[in-house]
Structures are given as C-alpha cells and as structure tokens.
C-alpha cells in the first residue's frame, strides 16, 4: 500500500472509532480491505483509496470501520474477572440494590455478545439475592456485523468449548442442529446497541459496573484516557470498572485507581480500598519503567 493510502486509512480509523494503525499493520489494511474494494465495484484497493478521498461515502467509511475491528471473545474469557463479578462486586451490588436502587450493568465493547451473556448467566444463578432488584444490561459495540450476532445469539460448538462451564450450556442453550441457542430468558436482560466510545456518554445514564476489556488495547494514550474520563462520568462513585488483562489506567487517568490485591478490577480514586495513583505513579517512575 502506499504511504499516502496508509496514512488515509490512518487517519479515516483514528477520527471515526479511535484505532491507531501502525505501519506494520499495513498488511491488515490490505487483508481486510481489499475484498470490500471488489464489493463495492472497485478494479482495486486503490481505485478505492481514490474514491474515498475525494467523495466518502458514509456507508462505506462504516464498512472500512467495521472491517478493521478486531472482535476476538470468548466466554468467560480469563474467567477472574467473572469470579470477581460473582465474588467481589456482586455482594456489594447486591447489598446496595437492597436500598432500592436498579443495578446498571454497561458492557462497553461487547463484539459477538460472549461477554454480556457471560454476566447475564451469572445473575441468573444469583437470582434468589437479587430478588425484587431490576437489573438492566447495556452491551454495545460500534460495529453493527458483530451485534448482529449478538442479538441473535446463536453459537458454534467451537465458540460455545471455549470458555463456556458445561453445566452453563446445558441450563441456558438450547441445541438447534450444529450450533447452541441461548435462552430468551437470558437474551432478553440485555440491551444491545451500536454505540462508539469516541462519542459523548451522558445519554446512556449512570452505571453502577462498567466492563471495558480489551478494546482500550487498539487505542493510543489520549483516546484511552478520553474513553475513561467519560466512563468515570457515567460511572457511580462507588461503582466498579473491569478493563482487560493487557489494560491499565496507570499512565493514563488518574480518575480511576486499581483495586488492591484484585486484579484487572478499577474503581473511581478513593474508593473500595483502591491503590492510589500519586503512590503507584511514583513507585512506577522510581523503578524507571514509564
Ligand atoms: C477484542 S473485542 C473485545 C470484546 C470483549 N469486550 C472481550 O473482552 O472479549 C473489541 C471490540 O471493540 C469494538 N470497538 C472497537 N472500537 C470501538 C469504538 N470506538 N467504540 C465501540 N466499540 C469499539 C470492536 O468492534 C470489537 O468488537
């Protein structure tokens, strides 16, 4: 691809949902989008590249968008933070909810909907404590292919093996020929829309959790630290963020701290027990490694 088209795609990924394209990444860009070039009619990559920069096409600049998203998920993926859910978060929520509250549960970059139904699942489970609690699950995306999938919930035997407790799949799927349907009961506590987290947040209302795994990885330091103010906006005082293994808030905001001894579990500064930053930034700087 030549540098130029690069840096058009650079720039197209980076307004519209946050990715940072590095030049090694420049083979993907010729991967994904060579075979949406030929959909929409083009002789190639480049006649495509032309066209876009003189006339984009909304429809188009989705496609680009979508095509370019990395939608890897799995059940239960790194099963801690589920545990931490059930075992940490959970028994807060749960004691709050009591005083009256509707627990709100934001799923920031769902893909396929894995995620989501993972936390569904569990809340299932806990039922009998979460009685007369109303409970509502939001899980978007910006990519409409992937909450497609979603909201319909239908799964491979590949998809449902990884990740996916047995006893799980035999309570809340239903086998249809090769793949598993996830049952309406837990398909209907979620709330699936197309949402970018570039975007201002202030119309999907306050959160008491926040799962934000695995998205902030693809963003550079200034698009991580403007997606986590704003959910730190939309977030409860004393509610809880999940970010992915690979993510961290240290070095980006000092609006959320890390929970001590619990692992990938974030909480706003100054709250359940929370690691704070002035410390962690300076024993971070002393050991030379930021
Ligand atoms: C790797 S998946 C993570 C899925 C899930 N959270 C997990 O950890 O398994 C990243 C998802 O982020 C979505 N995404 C990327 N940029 C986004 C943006 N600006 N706004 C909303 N979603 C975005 C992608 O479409 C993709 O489905």
């Known amino acids: 691809m030549k540098i130029a088209d690069f840096d058009l795609y650079k720039d197209l990924l980076y307004e519209k949902s946050g990715l940072d ?28 590249s032309v066209n876009l920069r003189a006339l984009p096409d909304p429809a188009l600049v989705t496609e680009i ?111 249809v020929e090769e793949k598993w349907q996830i049952s309406d009961e837990i398909k209907s506590m979620i709330t699936f829309k197309n949402f970018n987290l570039l975007d201002p947040m202030t119309s999907l209302g306050q959160f008491d959790v926040v799962f934000c795994r695995n998205v902030l990885i693809y963003f550079d330091i200034p698009t991580k630290a403007k997606v986590l103010e704003g959910i730190s906006r939309q977030m409860a005082r004393d509610g809880y963020l999940f970010l992915g293994g690979a993510e961290t808030v240290l070095g980006v905001t000092d609006k959320f701290s890390s929970i001590k001894d619990v692992r990938g579990l974030y909480a706003q500064t100054g709250e359940h027990g929370t690691v704070e930053r002035a410390s962690s930034f300076s024993t971070v700087s002393s050991a030379g490694n930021v």
Not at 68 to 85: H, L, Q
Not at 134 to 142: H, K, M
């Open 21 to 48: 394209i590095t030049p090694d990444k420049s083979y993907l860009l010729d991967s994904r989008l060579t075979p949406i070039a030929k959909k929409w009619g083009y002789p190639s990559l480049d006649a495509m």
């Open 65 to 175: 968008v979508d095509a370019m998203t990395t939608n890897e998920t799995s059940f239960y993926r790194d099963i801690r933070p589920f545990e931490n859910f059930e075992n940490v978060v959970l028994p807060y929520l749960i004691e709050n909810a009591k005083r009256g509250k509707t627990l709100r549960i934001w799923c920031a970059a769902c893909s396929s909907g894995q995620e989501p139904y993972s936390i569904a699942m569990i809340l299932k489970e806990k039922q009998a404590q979460l009685k007369g609690v109303r409970i509502e699950i939001i899980a978007t995306d910006i990519s409409d292919r992937v909450l497609a999938t979603a909201k319909q919930g239908l799964y491979s035997q590949f998809e449902v093996q990884r990740g996916l407790p047995v006893t799980k799949l035999v309570s809340f799927f239903k086998q």
